[in-house]
């Protein structure tokens, strides 16, 4: 399948080959002492970024919750939580941020509402059939007294996706019993979701991440589904089966293309990309079809071993699918639901080798990129005393799976000891291991052989080099377990195999690693020939 060209999209916005960076807000920056990261945490530290060369940031929610899950069960989505600080604090970074020529990107979680949110308190508080029930998904429980849940759903976070309210109905949750979902039928619910776009683009933000961009369209009836499918989370990031009728239904694309014409409203070039975890390349692009969310998620390079064939069918597959829809690529190597990329690779030197590698691959590739806060510093996974998990997941599997606060622990910035510069106070929302000192943002910046002056240099020469500024790649023929494309008059190697090969005859312009007469296993180079 070579070579490929993603011609399609000529006329470039800003966004269609950006580098985003995604804010994790409470583990970012502490601004106020409370050990929890904030919006003045996020404004002092916007230099870091800008340092580091990203285009964007993408902040996860922000927005009033009860953090029943981290944010994303969001009580008012037009207001600030006090956690985080005020719409003013808002305004004061989407302003400075716009300064320092960084686009600012947040979240949208239209599949669900916080259980605290007006409207579902309203639902509860109305009989079973009132129009305030309506706007989520009520039924009659199943058994001669209505007490088993309307189907067999399992929750994403563990339990059943059903719970059932004292009038004897039940709602349906996907994720945490927190997090009732909306019923998308009901038009004051995309009327609501439309309104709620308007707040923030009236406010200036240049476009959003759709959480669960592949939820929202239910599967008529409700039917019960075939539970062999379901692969629990603690084996690792996996795109889920065609036949877990919960996610990807084709009715979920009309509630896209509502929101694509909203954002086509305002000027600017604002954007919209979407959490779609699908069966495959081609119900991916979907989402980013031309009338609807202008990128998706790629969560090939996730999900994809270490493997240099791996690696090529998944860039393949994607590449071919998303230039038949006429849309960038948007690589993504980790985000705060999956294990850090160094962890995933095996940790320790190994893994930080690949994970430092995999990075050089990811932003040569054609397209958008998503980076995840920290991985510019090689963090791992923090494993985590018991008592410290604050995910759902742990509560609803009954401390069976462990959920994924070992990829949100605070960033550290200075110093040498817990909380390493991220907050004022003494302690951080999760814990902050020993042993960081090194990986410091101050620490690294001193260091021209970090991870983060890694990510430095490879961000600038993105920027600068022509070559990668296209749409094209062309696979080159390389030697087993490596990888071998060509962009330009670049050409960019990755050995993801055991043995080193011969290092091609060409001038190096960039390398993951100190290279020498080979190419080492876990090592990536940018080539000029
Ligand atoms: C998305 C978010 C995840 C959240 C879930 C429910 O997958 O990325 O963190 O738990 O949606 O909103």
Same mark, same amino acid.
């Given at each position: 399948?070579t070579?490929?060209?993603?011609?399609?999209?000529?006329?470039?916005?800003?966004?269609?080959?950006?580098?985003?960076y995604?804010?994790?807000p409470?583990?970012?920056?502490?601004?106020?002492?409370?050990?929890?990261?904030?919006?003045?945490?996020?404004?002092?530290?916007?230099?870091?970024?800008?340092?580091?060369?990203?285009?964007?940031?993408?902040?996860?929610?922000f927005?009033?919750?009860?953090?029943a899950?981290?944010?994303?069960?969001?009580?008012?989505?037009?207001?600030?939580?006090?956690?985080f600080?005020?719409?003013?604090?808002?305004?004061?970074?989407?302003?400075?941020?716009?300064?320092?020529?960084l686009?600012?990107?947040?979240?949208?979680?239209?599949n669900?509402?916080?259980?605290?949110?007006?409207?579902?308190?309203q639902?509860?508080?109305?009989?079973?059939?009132s129009?305030?029930?309506?706007r989520?998904?009520?039924?009659?429980?199943?058994?001669a007294?209505?007490?088993?849940p309307?189907?067999?759903?399992?929750?994403?976070?563990?339990?059943?996706a059903?719970?059932?309210?004292?009038?004897?109905?039940?709602?349906?949750?996907?994720?945490?019993?927190?997090?009732?979902?909306?019923d998308?039928?009901n038009?004051?619910?995309?009327?609501?979701?439309?309104?709620?776009?308007?707040?923030?683009?009236d406010?200036?933000?240049?476009?959003?991440?759709?959480?669960?961009?592949?939820?929202?369209?239910?599967?008529?009836?409700?039917?019960?589904?075939d539970?062999?499918?379901?692969?629990?989370?603690?084996?690792?990031?996996?795109m889920?089966?065609?036949?877990?009728?919960?996610f990807?239904?084709?009715?979920?694309?009309?509630?896209?293309?509502?929101?694509?014409?909203?954002?086509?409203?305002?000027?600017?070039?604002?954007?919209a990309?979407?959490?779609a975890?699908?069966?495959?390349?081609?119900?991916?692009?979907?989402?980013?079809?031309?009338?609807?969310?202008?990128?998706t998620f790629?969560?090939?390079?996730?999900?994809?071993?270490?493997?240099?064939?791996?690696?090529?069918s998944a860039i393949?597959r994607?590449?071919?699918?998303?230039?038949?829809v006429?849309?960038?690529?948007?690589?993504?190597?980790?985000?705060?639901?999956?294990?850090?990329?160094?962890?995933?690779?095996?940790?320790?030197?190994?893994? &930080? @080798?690949?994970? %430092?590698?995999?990075?050089l !691959?990811? =932003?040569?590739?054609?397209?958008a $990129?998503?980076?995840?806060?920290?991985?510019?510093?090689?963090?791992?996974?923090?494993?985590?005393?018991?008592?410290?998990?604050?995910?759902?997941t742990?509560?609803?599997?009954?401390?069976?799976?462990?959920?994924?606060?070992?990829?949100?622990?605070?960033?550290p910035?200075?110093?040498?000891?817990?909380?390493y510069?991220?907050?004022?106070?003494?302690?951080?929302?999760?814990?902050?291991?020993?042993?960081?000192?090194?990986?410091t943002v101050?620490?690294?910046?001193?260091?021209?052989?970090?991870?983060?002056?890694?990510?430095?240099?490879?961000?600038?020469?993105r920027?600068?080099?022509?070559?990668?500024?296209?749409?094209?790649?062309?696979?080159?023929?390389?030697?087993?377990?490596? &990888? @071998?494309?060509r %962009?330009?008059?670049?050409? !960019?190697? =990755?050995?993801a195999g055991?043995a $080193?090969?011969?290092?091609p005859?060409?001038?190096?312009?960039?390398?993951?690693?100190?290279v020498?007469?080979?190419?080492e296993?876990d090592?990536?180079?940018?080539?000029?020939?």
């Amino acid at each position: 399948m070579t070579p490929v060209s993603q011609s399609a999209y000529s006329q470039q916005p800003w966004w269609a080959d950006a580098v985003f960076y995604q804010i994790y807000p409470r583990s970012y920056a502490d601004g106020n002492g409370d050990g929890t990261g904030d919006l003045i945490g996020i404004c002092e530290r916007l230099d870091h970024l800008v340092e580091l060369g990203v285009d964007a940031i993408w902040i996860s929610p922000f927005y009033r919750s009860p953090m029943a899950d981290g944010g994303y069960d969001v009580a008012d989505p037009c207001d600030v939580d006090p956690i985080f600080g005020t719409l003013a604090d808002f305004d004061a970074l989407l302003a400075d941020a716009h300064e320092r020529g960084l686009k600012v990107t947040i979240d949208i979680v239209p599949n669900h509402f916080s259980d605290q949110h007006v409207w579902f308190r309203q639902a509860l508080a109305a009989a079973p059939g009132s129009p305030e029930r309506a706007r989520f998904i009520f039924r009659e429980g199943r058994g001669a007294n209505g007490d088993q849940p309307p189907n067999n759903w399992p929750s994403m976070f563990g339990g059943p996706a059903w719970t059932r309210v004292p009038d004897g109905q039940w709602y349906l949750h996907l994720f945490a019993a927190e997090q009732p979902d909306l019923d998308w039928t009901n038009p004051e619910v995309p009327a609501e979701f439309a309104r709620i776009l308007r707040f923030w683009l009236d406010r200036g933000v240049d476009g959003f991440r759709v959480d669960v961009a592949h939820g929202m369209a239910k599967e008529p009836g409700l039917p019960d589904m075939d539970l062999s499918v379901i692969t629990p989370r603690d084996e690792g990031a996996h795109m889920p089966s065609a036949a877990d009728i919960r996610f990807d239904r084709d009715a979920v694309h009309e509630y896209h293309r509502g929101f694509r014409k909203v954002l086509d409203s305002y000027p600017g070039d604002r954007m919209a990309v979407g959490e779609a975890w699908v069966p495959s390349s081609e119900r991916m692009a979907r989402y980013a079809a031309p009338d609807e969310l202008n990128l998706t998620f790629n969560f090939e390079l996730v999900v994809a071993p270490w493997s240099a064939t791996e690696f090529r069918s998944a860039i393949d597959r994607s590449l071919h699918a998303m230039a038949a829809v006429g849309a960038p690529c948007t690589w993504v190597l980790a985000n705060h639901d999956v294990d850090r990329t160094a962890t995933r690779y095996g940790g320790g030197a190994r893994g &930080l @080798a690949r994970a %430092r590698a995999a990075a050089l !691959v990811q =932003l040569s590739l054609p397209g958008a $990129a998503y980076l995840y806060n920290g991985d510019e510093l090689g963090l791992e996974n923090v494993e985590l005393p018991d008592d410290a998990l604050q995910d759902p997941t742990w509560e609803r599997t009954g401390h069976q799976v462990r959920g994924r606060d070992g990829e949100r622990v605070p960033l550290p910035w200075t110093g040498t000891r817990p909380p390493y510069g991220f907050s004022t106070g003494p302690t951080s929302w999760l814990p902050m291991p020993e042993g960081w000192a090194a990986s410091t943002v101050e620490a690294e910046a001193a260091d021209p052989a970090s991870t983060l002056q890694l990510y430095r240099t490879t961000l600038r020469l993105r920027h600068t080099l022509a070559d990668l500024q296209g749409t094209a790649l062309e696979w080159l023929d390389s030697p087993d377990g490596c &990888l @071998a494309y060509r %962009r330009g008059g670049l050409s !960019v190697w =990755l050995n993801a195999g055991v043995a $080193a090969v011969p290092m091609p005859a060409c001038e190096l312009v960039h390398a993951s690693a100190p290279v020498g007469a080979d190419l080492e296993p876990d090592v990536a180079v940018w080539l000029r020939s």
